[in-house]
């Protein structure tokens, strides 16, 4: 069974992507002539269950933020299929795009550039009222004031303008804006991580408050893992624009079996001094997305004790080890990549389960 | 104070007031704050934005632009000399040599059109007046020791040759080759990527080891707190509300900002339904309310906190807070909805 084929309890995915790219050309010269290109988003296939949130983390660069973009076509996709509750989102028009943006929504990291400083707080609000055809005139203004109340801003604040605002207080203005369509699907795209943690957290409730009370599905996005282990249901890890570990939140970071997620929980600090932990020190930095390694993406970097010639040579699949636990890597059983075809491309390690991290989150 | 206290001290901060003039009034960024950093040392500030911790390092380092800011008050003694007495050439002689900057943003803190050997090599040639042949060999061998692999190709490239975490490398070696005696480490991981950070911060403590520098680092992620300091202060509305040893501060948190910052902050293997948060926001900075700067926030607050401003409290073991709870510990037990939830403003 692949990712995609499966939908949280037994329901049809609300969103499923599959083998989706997004590659940016790399010109250069007079004409503009194309000499390469970045592969942000790089043959990724996942869905998001109806009322789930899947969290998308990694670092940056890694494509989660494009992945994001690319769902909502706020960019085109090179290749690949989207769809929205089985409604084909590549092959629509500029009419049904709109219509469809209604249902999808999404909330920036930066609350600063995210807002017109020249609108009010109503007007950024009642925006999306008016194109959708919602609410107009005094039905418009009560329906600003509702969602200001909703995300925990006093409604005298829509004559206000952004500026006025803390960062915290903006994100909540962004939250409003997002919500004012009633959308089933929100894009989270890093949307506390310019907050200090005091407010950080009073947005990450209000969030999952939001979720719970309009059945709300979302993607969330970040780069902090302990944001994302807190929020998400299940969690994509992404590396070079791969998903290369796909798990349930519990399973993902009880027991990581991606060795790149191995490292990256491994180098989250501990707000414990006496929290004694192994930590990985990944070497070197992330290889530029334009010219990825061969085979497996992470292997220049991996520690994986049967890390061989095999895995310079052999794509992995995102295969499922134990039941929804999702991994790209051909040296952690069980793989369909047999050890014949391992050896027959110069293996010398057969595949081997490796859990250096087993104490650690314990 | 005895001399051989004296002796062990590096920085000694007393008093220091830093204001901005600015059009909507006086900003007291900084408000009567005294530290100290003894030598081989670690301390860190912690703190949201807005709370001084930043504006604190650029005083120590006498780099608060004026105008909008000056220094209005205090004092600061860097090796036994109050360098708030100096010249701005005598300062120079002292920034980079006995006291360096490790900044936030690698990028910015860079020249672009100078290579990295060339800017870490310029420190030396400044302070240790020796020539560039000597001078670039003493970058190169910093260079190394900052971990930079091929440190003799690496020196001839430019900023923006290099990743993040090589340009914070190179940060680390200019602040480094002239071996001062504080270095100040203004959000040295923020913007880097977590397992970029964690190499950095393995290098910092290793390369803190080796030399006996002191550090001061600023920070508002109690992750890189406990994995890195000794001493901690926290600070809150431009002044200390809280000073103990790392363990002691952990264990027992006393200034109940301090209490609501860990309690909000998401732990990986601890998952709890809802987070905890601090309702409300920091006071506007031309205006800290009367009395105790966190008294809205706070779930322990009485009539105390509003009449009086808190002093620091000693609390035992090192520890200092600026919490009148000091005087009643047994409010502690009996929390209520702050101020701000109550008038119904709770939303950041």
């Not at chain 1, 997305?289 to 040579?313: I, S, Y």
């Not at chain 2, 105790?292 to 200092?320: K, M, N, Q, T």
Request: aromatic share 6%; hydrophobic share 40%.
């Amino acid at each position: 069974m692949t990712a995609t084929a499966r939908g949280g309890n037994g329901t049809a995915p609300l969103v499923s992507v599959r083998n989706l790219k997004k590659e940016f050309p790399i010109r250069k010269g007079v004409f503009s002539r194309q000499v390469g290109a970045v592969k942000a988003v790089n043959d990724v296939s996942f869905h998001v269950a109806r009322g789930e949130t899947l969290g998308v983390v990694g670092e940056s660069g890694c494509g989660k933020t494009t992945t994001g973009r690319t769902i909502l076509r706020l960019l085109e996709p090179t290749s690949g299929e989207i769809y929205f509750e089985d409604r084909d989102v590549r092959a629509m028009g500029t009419r049904d795009l709109r219509a469809l943006r209604r249902e999808m929504q999404i909330i920036f990291q930066d609350p600063v550039s995210s807002l017109n400083p020249r609108m009010t707080v109503g007007a950024i609000i009642r925006e999306g009222l008016t194109i959708h055809k919602l609410a107009e005139g005094t039905a418009a203004d009560a329906r600003v004031s509702q969602l200001l109340q909703e995300v925990g801003l006093r409604p005298e604040y829509a004559t206000r303008y952004p500026h006025e605002f803390s960062g915290g207080q903006r994100q909540r203005i962004g939250i409003a804006r997002a919500l004012s369509v009633e959308p089933k699907f929100i894009v989270c795209d890093e949307p506390v991580s310019a907050l200090d943690v005091s407010v950080q957290a009073q947005v990450i409730n209000l969030l999952e408050d939001l979720q719970r009370e309009h059945n709300l599905t979302y993607m969330f996005i970040a780069h902090d893992l302990s944001v994302v282990e807190h929020i998400a249901d299940r969690v994509a890890v992404m590396y070079l624009g791969k998903i290369v570990e796909l798990a349930t939140a519990d399973d993902l970071y009880r027991e990581p079996l991606m060795p790149y997620t191995q490292a990256l929980l491994s180098a989250v600090p501990v707000a414990d001094p006496k929290a004694r932990k192994e930590r990985i020190i990944l070497q070197g930095d992330v290889p530029s997305p334009a010219n990825p390694p061969p085979g497996c993406v992470f292997h220049p970097r991996c520690h994986h004790p049967a890390k061989d010639v095999a895995c310079t040579k052999i794509v992995p699949p995102l295969e499922e080890k134990t039941p929804g636990h999702f991994v790209h890597c051909i040296k952690q059983p069980p793989t369909s990549v047999s050890w014949e075809q391992q050896k027959e491309v110069g293996g010398v390690h057969p595949p081997e389960r490796y859990l250096p991290l087993a104490a650690v989150h314990a | 104070m005895s001399d051989a206290q004296t002796e062990a001290m590096v920085l000694d901060v007393k008093g220091l007031r830093t204001v901005f003039f600015t059009n909507s009034g006086l900003f007291k960024a900084v408000d009567d704050v005294s530290f100290s950093v003894r030598r081989g040392e670690t301390l860190a500030i912690v703190g949201e934005s807005g709370c001084g911790k930043s504006v604190t390092a650029l005083s120590v380092m006498r780099l608060v632009p004026d105008p909008p800011g000056r220094i209005v008050g205090g004092s600061i003694m860097l090796e036994g000399t109050d360098i708030l007495s100096l010249d701005e050439s005598e300062m120079r002689a002292i920034r980079g040599n006995r006291i360096s900057m490790i900044f936030q943003e690698p990028m910015s803190a860079l020249n672009p059109v100078f290579t990295v050997g060339d800017q870490v090599a310029e420190v030396a040639r400044i302070h240790a007046g020796i020539g560039r042949k000597k001078s670039w060999e003493r970058a190169v061998e910093t260079l190394a020791l900052t971990g930079i692999p091929a440190p003799e190709e690496r020196a001839k490239q430019y900023p923006h040759q290099l990743s993040g975490g090589m340009r914070q490398r190179v940060l680390i070696a200019m602040a480094l080759i002239m071996k001062p005696a504080l270095i100040i480490a203004d959000e040295p991981t923020t913007a880097l990527d977590v397992t970029i950070q964690a190499q950095i911060l393995d290098l910092l403590v290793h390369l803190q080891k080796e030399f006996g520098t002191s550090i001061l680092m600023i920070t508002h992620d109690l992750g890189v707190i406990a994995e890195t300091t000794s001493r901690v202060i926290v600070m809150y509305a431009g002044e200390i509300v809280e000073e103990a040893s790392v363990t002691e501060l952990f264990a027992r948190p006393h200034h109940p900002y301090t209490e609501g910052l860990m309690h909000s902050m998401p732990h990986i293997g601890h998952d709890q339904e809802r987070l905890n948060v601090i309702p409300g926001t920091v006071p506007a900075p031309t205006n800290w309310p009367h009395g105790c700067r966190f008294r809205e926030r706070c779930p322990y607050s009485w009539e105390l906190p509003e009449r009086e401003h808190p002093p620091l409290y000693d609390v035992g073991a090192g520890h200092i807070s600026r919490c009148h709870l000091a005087r009643e510990p047994e409010r502690r037990n009996h929390p209520h909805q702050p101020l701000v939830v109550q008038e119904g403003v709770g939303a950041a």
